[in-house]
């Protein structure tokens, strides 16, 4: 719990791109935002030292003193070690063994709390999001990867051993495409942005290509290769390849939340994520299949919503670490 009389802990959501960091208060409100660029290409001192400027800015903005805060809480794009908050791996930044919890217990003086960014999001949307007050909430996000966290009475629920949530890495298909982690036919490898982005790549080349407008065009324009959010564009626009690729993912999106939905029972499900800007496109062919697929009596109870503001539930669930953290047994 909370050190006795500190009434306040500082959130940070370390991205790929960007550091947001926020001084919260006890009922999950954010009292001062700071942004600042990760620039993870300049090496992991340099983005630690941007994020304890981040610290002190929120920390002067709202005229907390330091003193009173109880903690900081950062949710992570990799896998942490919960003992010391280190980052084992992070692949997206390229650390690898980063002392993460110690640079900044050092630098300040407090207790430091590392968890994966999905739980640390999970955890917020719970508090203060689309998920608030659900009994079991499962967060999904579909973004360069798929993950998810699972809060269960109010308390991020970690597994055996810290690694619960990976629904990314669900086996989808048995002869499917091989995925990062070793294996084939995952979750993501369906859903997430750059497979989408790959094969919509693969389609504009094949026979029907030709019927790619809105994708062709963004291509040319971008003078890269495709993205994710290229693909979800051009699917809103009404490209019939686009569309065609979008769909299937969110195909196996929606049996994969279908299958933890039949698994876990929650009352709510938020899905978050660089594919919730899809909006409608998204949620009407997601939750149709959730409720089609899953188990029929735990279909007809859960609620599908989109994340609201899933940068403030990122740094609101780191924050807020500290208050439900359970150490692992090793
Ligand atoms: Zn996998």
């Known amino acids: 719990m909370a050190q006795k009389g500190k009434k306040y802990a500082v959130g940070i959501d370390l991205g790929g791109t960007k550091i947001a960091v926020g001084m919260v208060d006890e009922a999950g409100h954010i009292l001062s935002q700071a942004r600042r660029p990760t620039g993870a290409e300049e090496g992991y001192r340099a983005v630690i030292g941007r994020m304890a400027d981040a610290i002190r800015a929120v920390a002067e903005d709202s005229a907390v003193s330091l003193s009173e805060v109880s903690s900081i809480g950062v949710g992570v794009p990799g896998t942490p070690d919960f003992s010391d908050g280190t980052v084992i791996f992070a ?73 619960a949530g990976e629904i990314g890495h669900m086996v989808m298909d048995k002869d499917g495409p091989p995925c990062t982690c070793g294996n084939i036919g995952c979750l993501q490898m369906f859903s997430k942005g750059p497979a989408l982005a790959d094969r919509a790549a693969q389609a504009i080349e094949g026979e029907e290509g030709s019927r790619s407008t809105v994708l062709r065009e963004l291509l040319r324009a971008q003078g890269g290769g495709l993205t994710g959010e290229m693909v979800i564009k051009a699917a809103r626009e009404g490209d019939p390849i686009a569309r ?15 299958n933890a939905v039949s698994l876990l029972n929650p009352d709510v499900v938020v899905v978050g994520g660089g594919i919730a800007k899809a909006g409608d496109l998204l ?4 939750v149709k299949t959730v409720k089609e697929r899953a188990y029929p009596m735990a279909a007809e109870c859960v609620d599908i919503r989109l994340s609201m503001n899933s940068e403030e539930a990122a740094i609101v669930g780191a924050a807020m670490l500290e208050a439900t953290w359970e150490p692992l047994k090793p």
């Open 91 to 163: 692949p997206n930044i390229g650390w690898r063994d980063v002392p993460l919890g110690r640079l900044l217990r050092e630098e300040f003086g407090l207790p430091v709390y590392v968890d994966y960014d999905t739980n640390a999001a999970a955890l917020g949307e719970y508090m203060v999001g689309a998920g608030k007050g659900a009994r079991v909430l499962l967060f999904v996000t579909v973004g360069t990867g798929v993950g998810a966290g699972i809060v269960f009475a109010g308390k991020l629920f970690r597994g055996a051993t810290g690694i």
């Open 244 to 258: 065609k690729v979008f769909e299937e993912g969110v195909l196996y999106l929606g049996l994969g939340i279908a």
């Open 283 to 286: 949620f009407k062919s997601l």
